[in-house]
């Protein structure tokens, strides 16, 4: 049987390269977008042989993640990464090393002072480059965050170090941005300055890397179709790919033909919609609009090859439907003054003919949710029993309660319940939620 390759192995396998020939590398990349999967990868013990073979020397890669970080602060930082080099590095060094870097890092631990703390940390490394035989790699993992807070003191240091231990040591780090868009571009940042020839951008999953990842999932199987669904409706993104998948691991009977609609209703995936809209800046946000609102238009080329380099497209195209859907729902948020029901399903605001509604009662809302999702089509007893309350009370909730639910949601959105103009019923049929009134009156 043919091994499968770990995800992103071809960037794995560059940045390899980049550090055995000694150069500091970078990867950056939004929410989710698999960047913990690759740094890890890099620490992983094939990694180490891989750069041995390039390198002919040792390399002694060291995985830190700046989240098991106390505090964001430079004395924070520095004990975090030594204490990471002592959890990999204990039975590879000498022992004396190792027993003066446990010395260094109680120090920085119990120390009142930034210089202190600093002082033990070069003295730490010092030592450690110079008693090895090949190069040391910290690989820097979720770096953005404590990258934006440190000083400027604290990163001419880590400048200063590779710079004395050019041959000993090198720098890997991972953040969501590129450094100089951290910190601005305007800071003059010499620490930077390492990364800038060998920054990249995360990828999308490759149809086959997707599929191996969707099965090392820990989540219950899925058959063929709803793989096909996972993965079409992710569109390569590792976050996407794990929220839907578990969303579709628990796919009901009455959507098995709608899979794609049913994931529309599920608070993960939106969860990680969100998280990506989140990172965006104003610029990236409206090209997205423009993109779903208007795709034959295009966007220029810069602004295309931008939004591709942040794993927002693929093709021209918004990489996910559902997240494409999400995109739209925010454009055309400006327009709920137009006639009609909107439902902003992030915020949980509802406008009726542009004026915001009363807020609605959970129940309410998961059946106005449902009824919007399904907009222009019969919506039955069966499926709101299951939407709104669940599949377990399909014979504890009687006809006269649904359509009690639907007179109490009915006299929140219609100017007229008595009248109604939107939500109206099919005698024996269900209720529709009706996106333009003048079409069909009850």
């Keep these: 049987m043919t091994k499968s390759k770990a995800p992103f192995d071809t960037l794995r396998k560059k940045l390899l390269e980049h550090l055995a020939a000694g150069h500091c590398v970078g990867i950056k990349g939004l929410s989710n977008s698999g ?15 891989e750069y041995k073979k390039i390198a002919g020397h040792e390399g002694y890669l060291v995985y830190i993640d700046c989240n098991r970080a106390v505090a964001i602060s430079a004395q924070a930082f520095y004990e975090v990464v030594l204490r990471s080099i002592l959890e990999a590095l ?36 010092s030592e450690l480059c110079e008693q090895i035989e090949g190069r040391l790699c910290l690989i820097f993992d979720e770096f953005g965050e404590i990258y934006s807070a440190l000083d400027d003191r604290a990163l001419l240091n880590l400048r200063a170090l590779r710079d004395r231990f050019r041959e000993h040591l090198a720098y890997a780090s991972a953040t969501w941005r590129s450094m100089p868009e951290i910190r601005g571009d305007d800071v003059e940042d010499e620490f930077a300055e390492l990364f800038s020839r060998f920054t990249y951008p995360m990828p999308l999953l490759e149809d086959t890397e997707a599929v191996d990842f969707l099965n090392a999932l820990k989540s219950a199987p899925l ?20 929220g839907i998948a578990q969303v579709l691991t628990h796919l009901p009977d009455e959507w098995k033909s709608d899979p794609a609609g049913f994931v529309r209703l599920e608070p993960q995936p939106r969860a990680e919609c969100m998280k990506l809209w989140d990172q ?39 990489f996910s439907p559902i997240f494409s859907d999400f995109v739209g729902r925010k454009g055309r948020g400006s327009d709920i003054e137009s006639q009609g029901v909107f439902l902003d399903t992030d915020s949980g605001d509802v406008w009726v003919d542009g004026i915001r509604v009363q807020v609605l009662t959970d129940l309410e809302y998961r059946l106005l949710e449902l009824l919007y999702e399904r907009r222009d089509k019969l919506t039955d007893k069966y499926q709101i029993v299951t939407a709104v309350w669940g599949e377990e009370y399909l014979g504890s909730v009687d006809d006269a309660r649904v359509e009690k639910l639907i007179s ?35």
């Design 35 to 49: 960047k913990s999967l690759l740094m890890r990868a890099l620490a992983e013990p094939e990694s180490a042989s």
């Design 90 to 125: 204990v039975n590879k060094i000498p022992s004396k090393v190792v027993s003066n870097l446990r010395d260094y890092h109680q120090t920085i631990t119990e120390a009142d002072s930034a210089f202190t703390a600093s002082l033990s940390f070069n003295m730490a490394l």
């Design 223 to 242: 058959n063929k179709t709803l793989k096909d669904a996972t993965l079409q409706l992710s569109g390569g993104h590792p976050g996407m790919l794990v």
């Design 280 to 318: 965006l800046n104003q610029d990236e946000r409206e090209a997205l609009v423009a993109l779903v609102l208007d795709p034959k238009a295009g966007l220029p080329r810069q602004q295309n090859r931008h939004l591709h380099n942040q794993g927002l497209l693929r093709d021209k195209h918004i």
């Design 408 to 442: 109490r949601l009915r006299g929140k959105v219609e100017p007229e319940p008595v009248n109604p103009r939107y939500l109206i019923t099919r005698r024996g049929r269900g209720y529709k939620l009706l996106s333009d009134p003048q079409e069909e009156k009850s």
